[in-house]
């Protein structure tokens, strides 16, 4: 298995509303990455895990709060979000954080705050 | 933290010619230079990198040059198809914070 997977694809969620994203790898990854991406702009990190530890945070506001259950799985808890959170968030890992390696990105999870 | 700059921004030929994007970067420690390619609608895909003990890498119609001394680097690919139309990023990594930097983004258009 060579690939991130991401769920959902889509989601529209209202400003109250709490949802999860969820990002899966069976590469043996160690390092997981968010990162959040504007139409026709770069990817932006958010977060980086590295052996299912939290080891950076671009300060990214509190309404987005990310979780390691396990070595193969990251999440993204949203709650209260804003209508410019709208966009792509893209999980991404590698072979590990400190190594010359690339990354592998899920296909991204389309998100849209009304 | 690392000032990357990547040219053209949007860069237009037709099928068969050979196409040329450069990233520039500041930070003399970085010691890893990948470029993905992210079609409209999809993920961006790691396509080619190189590391700094090498000056050239190649496989098949795409190559990436490093000047360390200068400090770019180049995506070169040739015969181009247009199955290349893309967004194209260089993303060096710097050898201190491990986190690479994202270029702006060049926009491949390749015409039949």
């Known amino acids: 298995d060579t690939e991130v997977t991401q769920t959902p694809k889509h989601l529209v969620m209202g400003m109250t509303n709490k949802k999860s994203l969820k990002c899966e790898q069976h590469?043996?990854?160690?390092?997981m990455y968010w990162y959040k991406q504007k139409a026709k702009k770069p990817p932006e990190l958010m977060f980086v895990y590295s052996y299912e530890k939290l080891s950076i945070n671009e300060s990214v506001p509190s309404r987005f709060s990310p979780e390691c259950p396990n070595s193969s799985l990251l999440n993204l808890h949203l709650h209260a979000l804003q209508p410019e959170d709208s966009a792509l968030y893209l999980c991404?890992?590698?072979?590990?954080?400190?190594?010359?390696?690339?990354?592998?990105f899920g296909s991204g999870t389309r998100l849209t705050v009304v | 933290g690392e000032n990357v700059e990547q040219h053209p921004s949007t860069l237009s030929v037709q099928e068969g010619d050979s196409a040329v994007i450069k990233c520039t970067y500041s930070?003399?420690?970085?010691?890893?230079f990948p470029w993905y390619k992210q079609e409209l609608g999809k993920r961006p895909q790691l396509i080619i990198d190189i590391r700094s003990n090498v000056g050239e890498k190649k496989d098949q119609r795409i190559a990436v040059t490093l000047n360390k001394t200068a400090k770019h680097f180049s995506l070169h690919i040739t015969e181009t198809q247009p199955e290349d139309s893309a967004v194209y990023f260089c993303?060096?990594?710097?050898?201190?914070?491990?986190?690479?930097?994202f270029g702006r983004g060049t926009s491949l258009i390749v015409h039949p």
């Open positions: 590469m043996g990854h160690r390092a």
């Open positions: 930070d003399s420690a970085s010691n890893y």
């Open positions: 991404a890992s590698s072979q590990d954080h400190g190594l010359d390696y690339g990354y592998t």
């Open positions: 993303a060096p990594k710097s050898g201190g914070s491990y986190i690479p930097t």
